[in-house]
T-cell receptor, first 113, second 110 residues
């Protein structure tokens, strides 16, 4: 049973470009969470999705960031017009049910030049 | 007061030592609790869940004190490989978003 998968593992973008991060949850999991972690800092919640629905996006910046979890395919975190401050590790986690154990993917490390 | 607080450390201990971390939480209605381990530049990995009755897994023991609103993690006979950051996670209490502590850094030296 494959774990949570994320790709790409590393992504380099120039300022102003778009970044697309993908997350495939564990088999059977329909709850997906995205987190951002800056160097030497803790995990910051961004958005919680359940198939086709955004349940909570209170941690996501209002501009440039969006997330989706379509009926088919992975969850996507999209960052438009990236800036240097977006450089961070972005982790996705999935759970079988709400408030149950979350399992994390290996993360995508975004570097904005 | 932060929702979940941990002493960032680092805790610097010799191999074989016993070390304990605490984590306090502010929402008395919180329902589930976990300890995760995060190695440098890696993803957090579940270490153990924390039950009201306590939970032991080999050298690791986790306890919950609802009255004082804290959870603890005890590591016995520390190994070099235990060096990592330990994250406390609190769930429930009116929110379905888990709250992560900032983590406690443990360094085990020879």
């Amino acid at each position: 049973n494959a774990g949570v998968m994320q790709n790409p593992r590393h992504l380099v973008r120039r300022r102003g470009q778009e970044a697309r991060l993908r997350c495939s949850p564990m088999k059977g999991h329909s709850h997906v969470y995205w987190y951002r972690q800056l160097p030497e800092e803790g995990l910051k919640f961004m958005v919680y999705l359940q198939k086709e629905n955004i349940i909570d996006e209170s941690g996501m910046p209002k501009e440039r960031f969006s997330a989706e979890f379509p009926k088919e395919g992975p969850s996507i975190l999209r960052i438009q017009q990236v800036v240097r401050g977006d450089s961070a590790a972005y982790f996705c986690a999935s759970s079988l049910r709400q408030q149950e154990t979350q399992y994390f993917g290996p993360g995508t490390r975004l570097l904005v030049l | 007061r932060k929702e979940v607080e941990q002493d960032p450390g680092p805790f610097n201990v010799p191999e074989g030592a016993t070390v304990a971390f605490n984590c306090t939480y502010s929402n008395s209605a919180s329902q589930s609790f976990f300890w995760y381990r995060q190695d440098c530049r890696k993803e957090p990995k579940l270490l153990m869940s924390v039950y009201s009755s306590g939970n032991e897994d080999g050298r690791f023991t986790a306890q919950l004190n609802r009255a004082s609103q804290y959870i603890s993690l005890l590591i016995r006979d520390s190994k070099l490989s235990d060096s990592a950051t330990y994250l406390c996670v609190v769930n429930g209490g009116g929110s379905y978003i888990p709250t992560f502590g900032r983590g406690t850094s443990l360094i085990v030296h020879p």
